[in-house]
């Protein structure tokens, strides 16, 4: 099967092509350092024969939110190097998602992009930039810049965006912290590292990226030297709260929406950037490796994503391969896991934890 065949990009050489999503888990402690749980966490998909984890959400900024994995200084780099060790010796490679979010309370408040003065968007340049050279230090095969779903980067290349200077107006101008982002890593980690970004293929809301947006957003950071695309979908809180209204559902697809609900957004992205070389990584209720299989022979991805199901099951690969399928512990796409992240409690899947008490 293609899916289970190596694939080389960058620095980064997979096992096979299949990638465990960037989850948000709360195990990390209270002032965001890694914990045994967390390792134990990845250590185990690891073994269960993923080819690529990319590390949950990890803050880049100085502010304070609790239990989430944190790389903004130093003192933070010991922790995930254990991680990323424990990772390596189980076979996979491992990336880090880099996370920046503008402030926000719980009432519904948000900063907007557009409060943000030059001087607060070179900090945050410098705070993707600083996270960056720690991850490559400790070892990570690669980082991810986080522009999907509602945080910082997101919301600038979003139409939502209404600043009137070099950072709003056009495709490339929404873009431009992004690709600053991407040439000022690039200056720091070499031409070979890996540079990877996560964007939403369609946001699923009045008046933000559709599809076409995505591509040409897409394609200006593929041009600025971005080394592979993961899609993913919707996450914008213009319509609800944290992942409540539509736009969060299709975020985490629930359980009435189809297998592969996101197919035609890696499928378009990819038509965009093949030319240029950039794999592409699809996301979205991809529930089995036939589907995988399936979308990489139609030339809809490069990468399959999954995260739910791995959360439910860390053997869901192996037991696909030793043909043992009636052993999986299958989700149910119930979002139980996302109800506990809401609740900042740890995000397990209640679906396993039920089987285990059987
Ligand atoms: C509890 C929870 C936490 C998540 N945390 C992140 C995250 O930190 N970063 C991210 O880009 N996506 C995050 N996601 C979205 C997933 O990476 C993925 O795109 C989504 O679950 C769809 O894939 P699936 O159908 O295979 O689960 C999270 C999803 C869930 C359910």
Redesign the pocket.
Known sequence: MKILSPVNFKNLSLRNRLVW?????WLADEEGFVTDELISRHRLRAEGGVGLI?L??TGVLDRKSPKLLRINEDKYMPGMEKLVQSVHDAGAKISI?L?HYVKQSRSGWKQKVEDLSIEDINKVKDDFVQAAVRAKKVGFDSIEL?V??SYTLSSFVSLLNKRQDQYGRSPQGRALIVTDIIEMCREKLGDEYCIGA?ISGEEFVSGGNTLKQTKAISRIMAEKGLDYL?V??G?KTEDGAWYSGYSGTR???TANLPYGCHIYLSKGIREELEPLGVPVIA?????SLELGEEMLNQGKADLI???????ADPQWIVKQMENRKNEIVN?I?C?T??E??QRWEP?ECIVAEKKSKK
Do not use: F, T, W
Request: proline fraction near 7%; include cysteine; charged fraction near 15%.
């Open positions: 999503l960037p989850m948000v888990s990319i949950e959400a998602q996370i986080h999907a779903h996560r993961s993913s979908a996450g975020s985490m697809p996301s979205g209720k991809i529930n994503g999954v995260c739910r199901p791995l959360l989700c796409y979002n896991c996302l506990r992240d995000v």
